[in-house]
């Protein structure tokens, strides 16, 4: 798997996947930004009478669940639906899972639908897989991503889907396979939608790769390397942020597998 990581990345950049993002409004700036530094195309969508349409030309959905109101949950569902129907793969973004009955319920209906991937912290696969005993800490999570292993396993054998837990460690969960990737920087955790971002690119990587284990690894690893190498550049937060977007632009082949850390 190591030696095809990159092939995945030019693969995104070649085929320029639409990805449609109903989104939180915190964040749509930044993913857009992303998806077309990696070569993606992103569109921040969620009026309720374009979704079918919408759904004909994204090659994959995003659902981030960070900004929930009425009204876009109700395109969300309709979304989904679409896109199922249509084949297309959409990721679960559970922003925040646990912190208060609507956003569950909510959840549980979305779960349902069965996405092609979900990706959170730990805190927030813990409580979706409704084994978490505490209350989340809104968006920040108060588990490490090896204490989410057994929710993770739960959800992608109930659910099917790959499962991302984010962390220092990054995790990915399905079927037999368990992955871990030991890149990133701890100055990534003062950039608000980081974890937003990653959803977004690996939306990006399972609409064009037929392996959606490895899409789910490259994805991952291309954001948290790219913050890695980052960091080296930048004085703080701020800084970082904007060397992250340039770096998902010109990564090489050359850092990308020199840097990579990964255990099977």
């Not at 922003?95 to 549980?108: N, Q």
């Not at 037929?210 to 937060?237: F, H, M, Q, W, Y």
Request: with cysteine.
């Amino acid at each position: 798997m190591k030696e095809s990581l990159y092939s995945h990345i030019s693969t995104v950049r070649t085929q320029a996947p639409l990805v449609q993002n109903i989104t939180n409004y915190v964040v749509m700036n930044t993913t857009a930004n992303a998806l077309l530094a990696i070569g993606a195309s992103p569109i921040m969508a969620h009026a309720h009478p374009e979704m079918v349409a919408m759904q004909k030309i994204s090659n994959a959905l995003v659902i981030n669940i960070g900004t929930l109101d009425e009204y876009w949950v109700e395109a969300m569902l309709i979304a989904v639906t679409e896109a199922n129907h249509n084949n297309k793969p959409w990721v679960l973004d559970p922003v925040g899972t646990g912190a208060t009955p609507y956003r569950d319920e909510v959840l549980s209906r979305l779960i349902e639908l069965k996405p092609a991937a979900i990706r959170g912290n730990a805190s927030e696969i813990q409580a979706l897989a409704k084994l978490n005993k505490t209350q989340t800490k809104g968006v920040d999570s108060t588990s490490a991503s090896t204490e989410a292993l057994e929710a993770a396993q739960i959800l992608n054998k109930t659910y099917g889907a790959v499962v991302v837990i984010s962390g220092k460690t990054d995790i990915i969960v399905d079927a037999d396979q368990l992955i871990k990737l030991d890149n990133g920087n701890a100055l990534m955790t003062k950039i608000t939608g980081m974890g937003c971002t990653a959803t977004a690119i690996l939306a990006a990587f399972i609409a064009v790769v037929d392996n959606r284990t490895e899409a789910a690894v490259a994805a991952t690893a291309l954001v948290s390397i790219c913050g890695e190498l980052a960091a080296k550049v930048s004085t703080g937060p701020g800084s970082l942020q904007v060397n992250i977007l340039d770096k998902l632009y010109s990564i090489t082949k050359t850092q990308f597998e020199e840097t990579l850390k990964i255990s099977m």
